[in-house]
């Protein structure tokens, strides 16, 4: 299958969060940025579709700038075949959406992939646009996925539980944690993704619907209350008449 | 203002979340609003929505649409909208409204927020960003506006109001998702939705002891979670791991039972209203993140706190 795997670059997972003092963007001296966790278990799941009916292109897609080629080389590394960076920084989630269909619009993809959500704004919502923008059918948060000809079997999580839907390709899927586990780069393919051929191509237009007004830190807490662990007694008078919880 | 909201159902009954995206609606409309209702649904429930805040319900009941297929979803929901000329659509953010909005902002060209958590201001809604590590106001920039609200945001009460419920079709266009096979979770009450979740870690030693989780679960009504290790070693299913990497949750009340507190736990639970950390360790990180903290065993601790609670709920 020709796929394409859409990757989104994110602080680490053990950053701490600050923001600059006009509270506008994300303070990120020190912040090390990674490939977004879901991303990873993008690319390693088109990877392993492929190598099971012994075809097809894994191409991956960035919009962002040119930070995020160190983290485009790692999806190479992977085993990804290409990539391609649209140059722009990527500021809402619609444009980047945008962005990603335009390109995949004339490339006739039999599958696209996307995370679950991005780590950092969370949105879960640019795998909903693409599939919208491009007018195909998209299954969210899958946990197992087959091809079979041109039918997919997807696993995905429902509210109180999971589904096994099928689709007929071209679809797009969203990544969720159990889908597989992320393949971690060999020497060889450190060494392969070097030459491997990386497309940057400018954005087109840039309609931006939503903007960051400001960041706000969570009001730090009132400070722990310990409770004696012989006297659960009190415990459940304070979350009852205090918190009003129970 | 005119507002539409898509109220859920799972098998023909409305969840919690359905009445708090209604009321939430209606607060932004300073009035009564439109729901939308997809799939069979019996006519006297669905006019229950009339009591947080609809005046209308466009029913669309064909019994296709009892099955979730987004694209689907989008198409129908993004009809009604255009039908009453919505300036704001609300949706629930759980699996289905996330894999809904998205694609209603794309037909409608609207701006998009997923996962707010307050009444907007003029046009800037707040949400949680970083996992939980931060929140930001976004402003949105379009003239319509379709918003997807975090369940357990908004507090509401049951009205004495009636809906009128309008029975609508529609022919969806395009290729569709077709439902094989459903596997319901063991847990009685939906993780993402629960007011109430006891959540275990590494501290309880091995899925045999989660008795303990279970009873004190069911004595609150309350949901069942866990760590990432823990799922990761199938203690418990993956359905229930919270964290960074897992499901966020915003309960009224979430209890770490044996739970260290790492960074990367916290981003799915810290927006919890009040948390109780129970661990052996008094400096486990948790007691930073909890409201009230207790020193001492689980195994000790957890049976002693669910004969307190039932004593609690019999007096
Ligand atoms: C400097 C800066 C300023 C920003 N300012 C704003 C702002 O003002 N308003 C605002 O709304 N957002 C802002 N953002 C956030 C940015 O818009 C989001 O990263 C983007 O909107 C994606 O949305 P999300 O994080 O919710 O992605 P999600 O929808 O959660 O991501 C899901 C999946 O979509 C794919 N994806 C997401 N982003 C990309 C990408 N860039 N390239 C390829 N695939 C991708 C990945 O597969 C990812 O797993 C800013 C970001 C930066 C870096
Ligand atoms: C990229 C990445 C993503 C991650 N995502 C997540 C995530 O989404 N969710 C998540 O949970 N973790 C996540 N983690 C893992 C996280 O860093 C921690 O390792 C994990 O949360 C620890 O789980 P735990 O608290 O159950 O176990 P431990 O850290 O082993 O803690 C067990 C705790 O139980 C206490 N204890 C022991 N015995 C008892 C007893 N008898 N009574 C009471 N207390 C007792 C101990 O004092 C200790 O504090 C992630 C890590 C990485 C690197």
Known sequence: ?246 | MSVLVFAENSEGRFKKAAFEGVAFASAIAGGSVTAVVMGNMDATQVAELGKFGASKVLHYSDASFNAMDAGVFAQVISDAASKVGAQWVIVSNTYTGKAVAPRVAVRLNAAFAPGIIALPEGNTVKRSVFSNKGFADFSLNQSVKVVSLTPNSYSFAEGSGTATVESCSFSPAGNRVTVKEVKKAAGKVPLTEAEVVVSGGRGLKGPENWHLIENLADTLNAATACSKPVSDVHWRPHSEHVGQTGITIKPNLYIACGISGAIQHLAGVSSSKVIVAINTDKEAPFFKAADYGVVGDVFDVLPRLNEAIKAFKNS
């Open chain 1, 1 to 246: 299958m020709k796929i394409l795997v859409c990757v989104s670059q994110v602080p680490d997972t053990t950053t701490k969060i600050t923001f600059t003092p006009d509270n506008k963007s994300l303070n990120t001296a020190g912040v090390q940025f990674i490939i977004n966790p879901y991303d990873e278990l993008g690319i390693t799941k088109a990877l392993e579709l492929n190598e099971q009916t012994g075809g097809g292109t894994v191409t991956v897609i960035t919009v962002g700038g040119a930070d995020t080629e160190p983290n485009i080389r790692k999806a190479l590394a992977m085993g990804a075949d290409d990539a391609v960076r649209i140059d722009a920084e990527p500021t809402d989630a619609f444009f980047v959406a945008q962005q990603i269909a335009n390109y995949a619009a004339s490339q006739n993809f039999d599958l696209i992939f996307t995370g679950r959500e991005s780590i950092d704004y969370n949105g879960g919502q640019v795998g909903g646009m693409i599939a919208e923008l491009l007018n195909l059918p998209h299954v969210n948060v899958i946990t197992a996925i087959t091809v079979s000809g041109n039918t997919g079997s997807v696993e995905r999580d429902i509210d109180g539980g999971r589904e096994v839907v099928e689709v007929a390709t071209p679809f797009l899927v969203s990544a969720q944690k159990d889908l597989c586990e992320p393949r971690i780069p060999n020497m060889r393919g450190i060494m392969t993704a070097r030459t491997k051929p990386l497309q940057v191509i400018a954005a087109n237009g840039s309609d931006k619907r939503t903007e960051v007004a400001q960041f706000q830190a969570p009001a730090p807490k009132a400070g722990v209350k310990f409770i004696d662990p012989n006297n659960m007694d009190e415990l459940v008078s304070l979350l009852h008449n205090e918190a009003k919880v129970l």
